[in-house]
């Protein structure tokens, strides 16, 4: 009996993973995600659309961005967040080209997974590129090693980028400086507890 069920077993091994089976799964499985995929870029897309006011405009850079974050994690919903407020909180925002606003939305969304909300790394991004001049490139790598310090000192990002955005009205007067001269005091508070 033992070696009939084995041979049943080994037959029913076979006719169930065989190479077309493992072909056609292989293949519903790849159709299953690009239709997922596909379905939410259409919502995110009209979302965007209705927070923005803007049409499709931005559609493209928003989901470039997902695409290239999509392993880290940030889904539509986040990357239709980051744009939606990179346009309303930001003055140069829409002039960039496309490759530009990608990074942009890209930058604002992983900082989103740090804790940093998108109102937030908006206005710190439109700090640096309007009030210092920095481009959009240095401004967001500004805005990133500003997030980063918090790492450095022991304070969270979305404490650290709060407590910048709180204190600009005086650290304006230090234009390029004003991230170097705010870690110095944030490091002298951080120790002074």
């Not at 346009?87 to 890209?106: G, P």
């Not at 604002?108 to 001049?133: M, P, R």
């Not at 980028?161 to 230090?174: C, G, I």
């Amino acid at each position: 009996e033992g070696k009939d069920a084995r041979a049943a077993f080994a037959e029913n091994f076979k006719s169930i993973f065989n190479f077309q089976n493992l072909i056609l799964s292989a293949a519903a499985a790849v159709a299953e995600m690009t239709i997922k995929v596909a379905t939410g870029f259409d919502e995110a897309r009209s979302k965007l659309a209705a927070l923005t006011g803007a049409g499709h405009d931005f559609s493209e850079a928003m989901y470039g961005a997902q695409r290239a974050t999509n392993l880290y994690g940030v889904s539509f919903d986040e990357a239709t967040e980051s744009t939606a407020k990179l346009v309303a909180e930001t003055a140069n925002f829409t002039k960039f080209s496309e490759s530009a606003q990608t990074e942009l939305i890209k930058t604002s969304a992983l900082l989103g997974k740090l804790g940093v909300d998108a109102s937030t790394s908006a206005s710190l991004f439109d700090f640096f590129n309007n009030n210092v001049g920095m481009s959009a490139e240095k401004a967001m790598d500004a805005t990133k090693q500003l997030a980063m310090m918090g790492n450095e000192l022991g304070i969270s990002s979305a404490k650290i980028t709060k407590d910048f955005q709180a204190a600009l009205p005086t650290l304006a007067v230090y234009g390029a400086r004003s991230v170097e001269v705010f870690k110095n005091l944030a490091a002298e508070a951080k120790a002074a507890n």
